[in-house]
T-cell receptor, first 113, second 108 residues
């Protein structure tokens, strides 16, 4: 079934570790996005991509990095996790054309100790 | 720059009462506007987009370019409408920006 998948759903890890949050979609969408959201709060765009080998920073400055080597895959990496990175991270994808909605994953809830 | 403002963090209404969730935007061109909803423990999902001019779950939203608003309305609130509602705008470069969200609480 065409969908967008995020792994892991939950991650508790110590300070200083390198973390990669995975996001994959099987809808063939060109555009993909990462948002940071504390539960029930505002969504902050941190990265987005128009297609393979294209990435842009979003509205919220983030120490994370992203890559887009394949259309379906848009991982987010934190080289050295800190407690301030504790949050929920949402991945979304969007098809080509006007007025296309975003499709969101379940999110990864990250806790840095 | 594109921007969305949702002035109410929390809106409490009684079941059966009308609902209006406010959304104002700023964008110099012709934006694409959306309403998304997040029910408890569920994914964020599309509710409405301005181009479709349809009613979803009894909700409607009209784009008012003069007032740069895209308010979400429902004539009679139901308990199952309780959720977080986000207004979003997509302008140039396909970037999508969300408002701060409004929590709708429908009181039985």
């Amino acid at each position: 079934e065409a969908d967008i998948y995020q792994t892991p759903r939950y991650l508790v890890i110590g300070t200083g570790k390198k973390i990669t949050l995975e996001c994959s979609q099987t809808m063939g969408h060109d555009k993909m996005y990462w948002y940071q959201q504390d539960p029930g709060m505002e969504l902050h765009l941190i990265h987005y991509s128009y297609g393979v080998n294209s990435t842009e920073k979003g509205d919220l400055s983030s120490e994370s990095t992203v890559s887009r080597i394949r259309t379906e895959h848009f991982p987010l990496t934190l080289e050295s996790a800190r407690p301030s990175h504790t949050s929920q991270y949402l991945c979304a994808s969007r098809g080509t054309g006007l007025y296309q909605p975003q499709h969101f994953g379940d999110g990864t809830r990250l806790s840095i100790l | 720059a594109q921007r969305v403002t949702q002035p109410e963090k929390l809106l409490s209404v009684f079941k059966g009462a009308p609902v209006e969730l406010k959304c104002n935007y700023s964008y110099s061109g012709s934006p694409e506007l959306f309403w998304y909803v997040q029910y408890s423990r569920q994914r964020l999902q599309l509710l409405l987009r301005h181009i479709s001019r349809e009613s979803i779950k009894g909700f409607t939203a009209d784009l008012n370019k003069g007032e740069t608003s895209f308010h979400l309305k429902k004539p009679f609130a139901q308990e199952e409408d309780s959720a977080m509602y986000y207004c979003a705008i997509s302008g140039g470069y396909q970037k999508v920006t969300f408002g701060t969200g409004t929590k709708l609480q429908v009181i039985p």
